[in-house]
């Protein structure tokens, strides 16, 4: 597509515009000079198509996608011209664009995000044309600048290589990738270079970016992610406002838009896209529930953009904000009070799916002496409050995103506390088999954020720690096991040994449903029936993997005993006889051998069962 060009604005046109932009009048007497060198010419360039747009934005002759994407289109030409000039064809390097210009959607003063990607032969050669390619764009000349360029969003950040391999790339992301780069690459996009590189490089990013599992700390990521980019809260005064970073702002709605993009993606396919529109075409047509959300949204998306384009085509400056004392754009009391409006409704649309915007994190007292003093309010003795919890909070989370799952840990800290609270004299026994579970999981983040999400799963755990010595060590001990206990049975393993233990697991926690169920019902029937229940599915499990071993064998089982009645209670022995109708068989007898040592195999939990 193609704006208006300068020469169709009149006279008068091009007089009010140069009127109300600095750099509009500037740029006018720029582009009648003759290039003197390449800097020059692509300044030259670069400041004829930046007054289409300008002018775009100061007449509304086009959209706000339609002038953003224009400017895409003239910064990726300038890029190339660069690209070509300093002899880059040659090198097994790619460029690739992130953030806006990656998107299409370039503003009139952005910096642009770039990535190199690849290996070249000759690393001194290559970084010598890149120092020189930046320098051509973004020196100030006595024409201006073509592009400001930034290769900071690259693994490791200035302190990493400025070419980066495949080999490192893959590492880095695969190993220490946060959820902020997965974000962002979701609007990565090849701009020129090797395309040997660019099939390689675009494989990893998508199975980067899109996971075909439910990742459960995602959710939290990205809750803690927004508090962080609003962890100084960028509140509009009386005269201005922030249109990038103020709650409610661009940068809501965009982390809105691709955190969408991230979570259902990886099942989704036309959710892998750069383009806003198109992110949000996919997303109306996928979740129909949040369509009016993301309508409002997207209207909200074009109207701040343009908003932020005018601020930019006032100076051509690198800003966001948006002033009242300024003579362009003029914004008078009712536009005033309709944009902060606006951007009160965003922020609520964007906290159904991410949170209230809270940078705390946590609602814990900060130092351990303020934190003695709140458990001591709760009803909790000196011995939790002065040993057990000082334990506690000094087992923290071993991750390499250490700040997100320490706030996750502390919430969780937060929660727990207060449902113990309610707890009575069990209070501070449920306490001290907490610090337990604690050190057992501390690394499990993941477990931490299940533990958030499932408000419920939280209040069960309490329930065992005050109910049940027995329950509460086989928790302790392993936690993991809270998983089955939310998403059901795992199906066995091909592993004999993983099969074994997935039968353990099964057994205890049918335990621990049982024993809880018996705390609410106070009835020993039911629970003799589940535990009896439980014990006739393992039997006949163990049964199908003794067969699938020994084809040619073959046994019944007859319960006797509490198991035969349903009688079956904690800790039972399993009483029952093995029957074969017909000869038996040297099969036969392996097979119940096997039968039996593997009921009494010790795992992690112990026994899966005694027999007698």
Request: aromatic share 10%; proline share 3%; hydrophobic share 40%.
């Amino acid at each position: 597509m193609r704006l208006k060009p300068i020469s169709e604005y009149s006279k008068d046109q091009l007089g009010s515009a140069s009127q109300n932009s600095t750099a509009i009048a500037r740029y006018l007497q720029f582009i009648k000079k003759t290039p003197s060198s390449f800097e020059n010419e692509i300044r030259i360039e670069r400041h004829e198509a930046w007054l289409e747009c300008a002018l775009a934005v100061f007449h509304q002759t086009a959209s706000p996608a339609d002038i953003c994407l224009y400017w895409s289109h003239a910064a990726q030409d300038l890029l190339e011209k660069a690209w070509a000039h300093f002899g880059f064809a040659k090198e097994p390097i790619a460029l690739y664009a992130l953030g806006k210009l990656g998107a299409g959607e370039l503003n009139l003063s952005s910096d642009v995000d770039l990535i190199l990607l690849g290996a070249s032969p000759n690393p001194q050669q290559a970084l010598g044309k890149i120092k020189k390619f930046k320098k051509a764009l973004e020196q100030q000349t006595d024409l201006g600048f073509a592009l400001r360029v930034d290769f900071d969003l690259r693994p490791d950040g200035t302190w990493g290589p400025l070419i980066v391999s495949v080999p490192m790339f893959q590492d880095h992301y695969w190993s220490r990738g946060e959820t902020w780069e997965r974000l962002a690459f979701v609007r990565l996009r090849f701009l020129c270079g090797d395309k040997l590189v660019k099939e390689e490089i675009e494989d990893l990013v998508n199975r980067f970016c899109y996971r075909k599992f439910t990742d459960f700390t995602l959710h939290e990521d990205l809750k803690s992610l927004r508090a962080r980019i609003h962890s100084v809260k960028t509140m509009p005064s009386d005269q201005k406002v922030n249109l990038k970073l103020t709650v409610g702002g661009i940068r809501d709605i965009e982390l809105y838009i691709h955190s969408l993009q991230v979570i259902h993606g990886g099942r989704i396919l036309d959710l892998r896209t750069q383009s806003t529109n198109k992110a949000v075409d996919s997303l109306i047509h996928h979740f129909p529930d949040k369509a009016k959300d993301l309508k409002f949204l997207r209207q909200s998306y074009w109207y701040l953009r343009d908003l932020e384009n005018q601020v930019q085509a006032y100076s051509d400056g690198h800003t966001h904000i948006l002033e009242r004392s300024l003579p362009y754009p003029k914004v008078t009391d009712q536009k005033w009070s309709e944009l902060r409006s606006q951007m009160e409704q965003i922020d609520s649309a964007v906290s159904k799916l991410l949170g209230d915007v809270d940078a705390s994190q946590t609602q814990l007292p900060n130092g351990i002496e303020e934190q003695i003093g709140w458990l001591t309010e709760l009803g909790f003795n000196d011995k939790s409050s002065t040993q057990v919890w000082p334990e506690i909070i000094k087992a923290t989370a071993l991750s390499h995103k250490k700040d997100r799952d320490e706030n996750i840990r502390k919430e969780l800290l937060f929660n727990f506390v207060n449902i113990l609270a309610d707890k009575g004299s069990k209070r501070d026994l449920a306490l001290s088999y907490f610090l337990d579970f604690a050190k057992s999981a501390r690394a499990k983040s993941t477990l931490f954020a299940l533990l958030i999400r499932e408000k419920k799963l939280l209040s069960l755990l309490a329930n065992v720690f005050v109910s049940s010595n027995y329950m509460s060590q086989v928790l302790t001990t392993r936690p993991e096991l809270l998983d089955s206990l939310v998403y059901g049975h795992q199906e066995l393993p091909p592993s004999l040994d993983e099969a074994l233990e997935v039968l353990m697991d099964r057994k205890l926690i049918s335990e621990i449903r049982a024993s809880l169920d018996f705390q609410n019902s106070r009835d020993a029937t039911e629970t003799s029936q589940t535990l009896s229940s439980t014990a006739d599915q393992i039997a006949l499990d163990l049964k199908h993997l003794v067969k699938s071993e020994i084809p040619n064998s073959d046994f019944r089982v007859f319960a006797l005993g509490k198991w035969g009645t349903n009688e079956l209670s904690f800790h039972s022995d399993l009483d029952f006889i093995l029957v074969k109708p017909g000869k038996l068989t040297e099969q036969d007898h392996k097979a119940a051998k096997r039968f039996i040592n593997y009921l009494r195999s010790p795992q992690r939990g112990g026994k899966i069962y005694d027999i007698d």
